[in-house]
């Protein structure tokens, strides 16, 4: 069992910076194993996918985010982050952290990030 919790949201001003980062707990084997991503969902419309990290640390990331967003991971601390700079309006999103693997899926609870214009 892997257990996530992402922190850093909040509110910024559109062109600010924001560094969430998502905390694994359980099996340390099962998570350096694990590829770990990011998703968002804003109000009234569907869950998307935003970066993934896999276990040897190759990314990838969506069109709307490439070049902004930087996904990394620290395999001592079993953690995940997402930094974020120029951030736009349309970036404002709950953000869920993913955890897959051989050992099952795995999502956060989310955190709320706010991008006023």
């Known amino acids: 069992q892997v257990q996530l919790v992402e922190s850093g949201g909040g509110l910024v001003q559109a062109g600010g910076s924001l560094r969430l980062s998502c905390a694994a707990s359980?099996?340390?084997?099962?998570?350096?194993?694990?590829?770990m991503g990011w998703y968002r969902q804003a109000p009234g419309k569907q869950r998307e996918w935003v970066a993934t990290?896999?276990?040897?640390?190759?990314?990838n990331y969506a069109d709307s985010v490439k070049g902004r967003f930087a996904i990394s991971r620290d395999s001592r601390k079993n953690t995940v982050y997402l930094q974020m700079n120029s951030l736009k309006p349309e970036d404002t999103a709950v953000y869920y952290c993913?955890?897959?693997?051989?050992?099952?899926?795995?999502w956060g609870q989310g955190t709320q990030v706010t991008v006023s214009s």
């Open positions: 359980g099996s340390a084997s099962s998570i350096r194993a694990m590829a």
């Open positions: 990290i896999t276990s040897l640390s190759s990314t």
């Open positions: 993913r955890a897959w693997g051989i050992a099952g899926d795995y």
